[in-house]
């Protein structure tokens, strides 16, 4: 029996990425290419949006290029404080020419921030960023476990095309 997936003579890839950053005091926090209400932020060496750090992740993955961290790498200046939006443009110049994002799902940890207020905004953004309309959220908590509430941390996965 052939199990082979049909894809018309393309390829499909599929990528994960996870990121995860511990919470600090007196920086603003973005997750999803948004900025979040909150009176804390997390510590790196961009403003280390996890969630775009993820995905960036995940669709280098899916096309077998190095992660973020050897392509931004924090021993850098110029990436000091550099916005997780540029970096997911940077990436995106990267697969651009050889292939297309079809699907981003998306599963973050918080235990401190209630995901779903900002569910729909964090969806549009990514949606503009990526240039997809298939994103979906998945806001997760760990029941109150202790250790988990400094930090904030994502998984995702990505489906691209290879044109």
């Given at each position: 029996m052939n199990y082979e997936l049909s894809t018309n003579?393309?390829?499909l890839l599929i990528g994960i990425g996870y990121d995860c950053h511990r919470i600090i005091k007196d920086r603003n926090l973005f997750l999803g290419g948004v900025k979040i209400d909150a009176?804390?932020?997390l510590k790196g060496h961009s403003d280390a949006d996890v969630v775009l750090h993820s995905i960036c992740d995940a669709i280098l993955s899916a096309c077998g290029l190095?992660?973020?961290g050897e392509l931004f790498?924090?021993?850098?200046?110029?990436?000091k404080n550099i916005s997780s939006v540029v970096i997911a443009e940077k990436v995106l110049e990267k697969i651009s020419r050889n292939y297309k994002i079809i699907n981003i799902d998306i599963v973050l940890i918080c235990d401190v921030v209630k995901v779903s207020k900002y569910k729909e905004e964090m969806k549009s953004s990514l949606?503009?960023?990526?240039?997809?309309?298939f994103v979906n959220i998945k806001g997760k908590t760990t029941e109150g476990i202790k250790s988990f509430?400094?930090?904030i941390q994502c998984y995702s996965v990505?489906?691209?095309k290879k044109k």
């Open positions: 003579n393309s390829e009176n804390f932020g190095p992660d973020i790498p924090d021993t850098e200046d110029k990436y949606k503009k960023i990526f240039k997809t309309n509430k400094e930090y990505v489906l691209v």
